[in-house]
C-alpha cells in the first residue's frame, strides 16, 4: 500500500465520516510524564474508528457492486461500521450476528439500517451464513481488520493526528485483528517524522506480541479479558505490516486496563472502551520509555454497555 | 450588574479557566427535535462551571485581601473550585467540610492545595467553622451561588457560548443555589439577540419553580433527588435577577433525569453529572415548545462517583 493509497483513501471518505478532535488533558500528562495528544474516535460516527474503515471499503466498491450490498459477520463495532456506510452509500448491508449477540448491539445494527441474520455462535456458523449470502446476493464480502480497504480506511485517523501535531515521537493503538495497527504504521511511516508506532495488547490475549516474536501468526489460547474487542487475530494481510512498520507490542495486564480506562473516565470526562483504553495503560506501564516524549494515542471507541461497567 | 461587569470578569478570569468546546449531536437533535448546542463546562478545569465563578472571585480580591486567603464551606464542586483558583493566585484556601462528604471528595480539595476543617454536618456547623476561620485568618467568604462576583464568573459560559452562537432562542441551565442560572440569564439579556434563558429543575426541589411562582424565596421540603448538586435554595442576590430575567422554570422527574443522562453518555461519549443533566431532560419533556428552536445547554459538570452510577 503506497502513500498515494492513504492519500487517496482519505479523499474517498472525508465526506462520511468526522474528522475527530484531539484532546489534551494537563493531569494525565502528569501521571503519565508524557506529552499525551488523544485522538478522539470515540467521537466517530457510530462511535468508533471502524467507521472509517468500513466506509473506504464501502466506497471503494463499483457502482454495480455496491448495488449488490455488502455482508459481513460480527458481533460488534464493525456490524454498525458497515451498516452505517451503507446506508449514507445508500446500499443494503446484510450482518450476520451470532445469536448471543447482545440486544443492544442488535438494535444498534437494526438502527443503522443492517439487515441481520441470527445464526449460531460458531465461526463456521458465521462464516457459512456470510458465504450463503454472498452467493444468493451477490454481495461483497468486508472482513472487519484483514483487508486492504479497511487498513487504509483506518489509516486516516493518524493521517488526522499527524496533520494536527506532526512532530509526535509515538503513535499507540490497541491491537486486536490488526487493521487499526497496521493502518496507523503505515500513516506513521508515510506521514511521521521518525514516529514509531507501537501497539498496546491485554497479556490474556496476546497473540500480536508473540506473532511479532515467532515471524508468524499466532493464535490466542484464551478470550479472558476486558477489552472485548482485542480478543480476534491478525491476518495474513496486516500481519506482514506490523512486522515491517511496527516497532513493538506492549503488554498490559487486566487491572491496569480498568485503572486506565477509570482515569481517562475521570478526568478527561468522556467515555472510551475498556479495548481503547489499553495504549494508554502501555504507556502508564513503561513511563521511561515515554518520559517526555509527545504521544499520541488512538483512543479507538466508546460504545460500551453502561450496565455492565467493570467500576 | 451591568453590561461591562460582565465583559470585565470574562476578561479577569480569561487566563484562569478553559473555553470550553460547545458540541453538538445529530441524534439528540433528532431525538429532541431541536437543533442542541452543549456547552461543555465537564471540560472545565475541576470538572464544573463553579471554577468560573471562583476565580472571579478569587481575582476580584485585592491583593491585601488575596493574601488572607479565602474560605467557603461546600462538599460539592465549588470546594474544588475555590481551592484550585487560590492555588492559580497563590494564596491559601480554607474549606469547611461536613464529616459526611465523601473522601473522594477531600481528595480532591486536597488535590488542589485546599485546606480542610472537618465539621458536624449541620449548616449552622458549617457557618460557625467557617466565620472562625474569616475571623482568625482575615480571611475572605465565597459563596457557591449568592454573591455578585460568583455570578458574574458563572455569566461567561453563556457569553462565551453566545460568541460561537450568537442566534440561540434558548439557553438552558440547571438551577440549584441560583448562581448558574441568574449569570446565564444576564448574558443571554446583554449579548443575546432575543434569547429567552430558562431553569431546569428536579421536582423533588422545586424551590426555585415556587419562589418564581409565590414572588419570595421558597425552601425545599426534601433533599430527595439524584441531582445532588441543585439541592441547595436560590439567594437574596440571584433571586432578583432570576425574577427579571428568566422566562420559566421547567421541572422534571426523577426517571426523566436519569434516562437524560444515560442518552447524552450513550449518543455523545461524554461523562456528565445528574444536575448536569435536568436542561436536557426539560428539553424532551417539553418537546413543542423546543421543536426547530436552537437551543443552548449549558453542560455544568462531570463529577461523578463511577461506583454509584444510576444505570
Known amino acids: 500500500m503506497t502513500k498515494q493509497d492513504l492519500i487517496d483513501a482519505k479523499e474517498r471518505i472525508g465526506a462520511h465520516v468526522h474528522r475527530t478532535p484531539v484532546l489534551t488533558s494537563k493531569q494525565l500528562d502528569e501521571v503519565s510524564t508524557a506529552q499525551l495528544f488523544f485522538k478522539c474516535e470515540n467521537f466517530q460516527r457510530m462511535g468508533a474508528f471502524k467507521m472509517r474503515g468500513a466506509a473506504n471499503a464501502v466506497f471503494s466498491l463499483t457502482e454495480a457492486e455496491q448495488q449488490r450490498g455488502v455482508v459481513t459477520h460480527s458481533s460488534g463495532n464493525f456490524a454498525q461500521a458497515v451498516s452505517l456506510s451503507a ?181 478527561m470526562k468522556i467515555i472510551i472502551e475498556p479495548s481503547c483504553a489499553v495504549p494508554f495503560a502501555a504507556v502508564l506501564r513503561e513511563k521511561e520509555l515515554f518520559k517526555g516524549k509527545r504521544v499520541g494515542i488512538i483512543l479507538s471507541g466508546g460504545n460500551v454497555d453502561l450496565g455492565k461497567l467493570p467500576f
Open 87 to 267: 446506508k449514507t452509500a445508500g446500499i443494503p448491508a446484510y450482518i450476520v450476528m451470532p445469536e448471543t449477540a447482545p440486544l443492544v448491539k442488535q438494535t444498534a445494527v437494526k438502527g443503522y439500517g443492517g439487515q441481520i441474520t441470527i445464526c449460531p455462535a460458531t465461526l463456521k456458523d458465521r462464516e457459512s451464513n456470510a458465504e450463503a449470502i454472498q452467493k444468493e446476493k451477490g454481495a461483497t464480502f468486508l472482513h472487519p481488520s484483514n483487508q486492504e480497504e479497511v487498513i487504509l480506511g483506518n489509516a486516516t485517523a493518524a493521517m488526522e493526528l499527524l496533520e494536527d501535531h506532526p512532530d509526535l515521537d509515538y503513535i499507540l493503538t490497541p491491537v486486536g485483528g490488526g487493521g487499526l495497527l497496521a493502518g496507523t504504521a503505515l500513516a506513521a511511516h508515510y506521514f511521521g517524522q521518525g514516529c514509531k508506532t507501537i501497539g498496546g495488547e491485554p497479556f490474556e490475549v496476546d497473540d500480536a506480541y508473540r506473532s511479532l516474536q515467532s515471524g508468524k501468526i499466532e493464535k490466542n489460547a484464551s478470550a479472558n479479558t476486558i477489552a472485548d474487542g482485542l480478543r480476534t487475530e491478525l491476518g495474513d494481510i496486516n500481519f506482514p505490516i506490523i512486522k515491517e512498520y511496527v516497532d513493538q507490542i506492549i503488554r498490559v495486564e487486566e487491572d491496569e486496563i480498568v485503572q486506565a480506562m477509570r482515569l481517562i473516565w475521570e478526568r
